[in-house]
């Protein structure tokens, strides 16, 4: 079976899903080819284990101070380059496409009537899962922003629906440092996160972000461009993480065990809706600006018990090796049986 694996490469969530797609389908001798989109390539980086790989222009979204703007992402994708990348992406040799919400990939298949299978945290917000600003366009934007045949939701929880546990590959933790924090806020101006940061010099924050500051960074704060050998260590060996509220980072923290706030960028259904979904389970604390009150509050907390998530990468695979992809309950219910959800969670 040859497959062409599409991931959406907007946000680094993705990527980390697909490296562990990518390690399942190596070891099992499967003959992949991938291809990403949403970015140029050379904001691409630790992408060994996808080989030769392929990049689309794609549809993503535009942000600014923590914010969606629709203005310019209506600018931004106005372009009909990606309407030419589906029609010129020829699939005759592939028997399958696996595809991460990503667009090229999916209308392609679609086009040319090859059997896809969405993998993805939007196919999880499909269900009645916990949601927050959910619209007639968001319920649209989740069925043909990129149709697949068969979709595959992850979360956190099944929620009482045919739901997959998070796709986690996370180091493992030998030693922890309860004062080091970990911050990933790619949304937010340098300069805010530093001011937001700054009075709390009893702890060190290890921040990793695209854009350097322009001014003098405090001691107590760490500035990394994204490094993601460092940014795993970091996680591994951190006391606590503050970040948008993407899925994948909370899913690793919730595997470590580590105590999570979380803010969401402002205007993005997804990340609304898993604040909402944290909260309901009890697993976070959240603010929706860069409150001080907030994080004074959350760093007194406690740390939360691991959640030992099973290898779906490996068991995805054999899944789609069998061939019977009308059966993701049965995949569902293998996989949940195997996770024990903390007793803190309602």
Request: with cysteine; proline share 5%.
């Amino acid at each position: 079976m040859k497959i062409l694996y599409g991931v959406q490469g907007t946000g680094n969530g993705h990527l980390s899903r697909a490296r562990v797609m990518a390690k399942a389908l190596a070891e099992r001798g499967a003959e992949v080819d991938y291809l990403f989109s949403g970015r140029p390539k050379s904001q691409f980086f630790d992408m060994d284990i996808f080989g030769d790989y392929r990049v689309a222009t794609g549809l993503t979204f535009v942000s600014k101070a923590g914010r969606i703007s629709s203005v310019d992402t209506v600018r931004h994708n106005l372009s009909c380059r990606w309407w030419q990348d589906i029609r010129g992406l020829d699939l005759s040799s592939y028997d399958l496409v696996l595809n991460d919400f990503e667009p090229v990939s999916a209308w392609a298949a679609r086009r040319q009537k090859v059997p896809c299978i969405g993998i993805s945290h939007q196919a999880a917000l499909r269900f009645d899962v916990p949601k927050v600003g959910n619209t007639w366009f968001n319920e649209r934007l989740l069925e043909y922003f990129a149709p697949v045949d068969v979709a595959l939701g992850c979360h956190w929880h099944h929620f009482g629906f045919p739901l997959l546990p998070p796709f986690v590959d996370v180091g493992e933790v030998s030693e922890e440092h309860g004062h080091d924090i970990l911050v990933y806020l790619p949304f937010e101006a340098p300069g805010d996160i530093i001011d937001f940061l700054r009075p709390f010099d009893n702890y060190r924050f290890l921040v990793y972000h695209a854009q350097s500051p322009n001014g003098p960074v405090p001691e107590h704060i760490q500035w990394h461009g994204f490094c993601r050998e460092g940014f795993r260590r970091h996680l591994a060996e951190a006391g606590g993480v503050v970040a948008n509220a993407g899925f994948e980072l909370a899913s690793e923290a919730l595997t470590l065990g580590k105590k999570l706030l979380v803010k969401p960028l402002i205007g993005q259904f997804e990340q609304l809706s898993n604040v909402a979904a944290l909260q309901l389970l009890g697993a976070a604390h959240s603010m929706m600006h860069l409150s001080r009150d907030a994080m004074r509050s959350w760093l007194k907390s406690a740390s939360p018990e691991p959640v030992r998530y099973p290898a779906v990468g490996d068991a995805l695979v054999q899944w789609i090796e069998q061939g019977e992809w009308h059966r993701g309950d049965l995949l569902s219910e293998q996989l949940w049986s195997q996770v024990r959800l903390p007793d803190t969670w309602r």
